[in-house]
């Protein structure tokens, strides 16, 4: 597949690249949220240092190992059925909880978070880098990093809102809401992302 389409970057700039990006943010939002409340939740209950530690490696660990994969898979396969799958797969992973509400569940739900966050991320930057030409690369590139980082500034600010009460089923209702809004985006622009 050659690197730029000019037919599909018209197609996609126009309305997709900020579908896209927000569907990024929506699903960044949804990380955030969960991700860095767990900690809070770790101290109420009293677990250990391990717990928080190990939390956060396998966390990180599944977006090291999900990354190289989701992006070979989508250079091969296209961008939007990764990008489908993992976001809806956050968007269930609430009833892990409900069915098993313990610290292992939620930690279990964090290292699953870890492999659609990676995916998302990978397979989304794939999908902009495949779409547009060398001189508005950058710029996009510098827009998605920003809303990236700026939903891992909100998405903590809102999840210690949400845990005010230290009741954490308003996180991860909030977490599942954000990812279905970041599956229901992603659906709109499914057909027009690179393949």
Excluded at 121 to 128: H, K
Excluded at 156 to 165: R, V
Excluded at 166 to 183: E, H, R
């Amino acid at each position: 597949m050659p690197i730029h389409n000019p037919k599909l970057s018209q197609t996609i700039t126009r309305l997709n690249i900020p579908l896209l990006m927000g569907a990024v943010f929506a699903a960044s939002m949804g990380t955030g949220v969960f991700t860095f409340t767990l900690p809070l939740m770790n101290l109420d209950e009293k677990a250990g240092g391990m717990w928080l530690g190990s939390g956060f490696a396998g966390y990180f660990l599944a977006k090291l190992l999900i990354a190289p994969l989701s992006g070979s898979y989508a250079d091969t396969h296209g961008s939007s059925k990764p990008l489908l799958i993992s976001c809806g797969l956050a968007f269930l992973l609430p009833l892990l909880y409900l069915l098993h509400p313990s610290i292992e569940t939620l930690y279990a739900i964090q290292f699953i978070l870890g492999l659609c966050a990676g995916t998302v991320r990978t397979v989304s930057m794939a999908a902009i880098g495949a779409s547009l030409d060398g001189n508005k690369l950058s710029s996009r590139f510098a827009v998605l990093s920003a809303v990236m980082n700026s939903s891992f500034l909100l998405g903590p600010l809102l999840g210690g809102l949400l845990y005010i009460d230290k009741d954490y089923l308003p996180v991860l209702g909030t977490m599942s809401a954000f990812m279905g809004l970041a599956f229901i985006i992603f659906t709109l622009c499914a057909k027009h992302l690179p393949t």
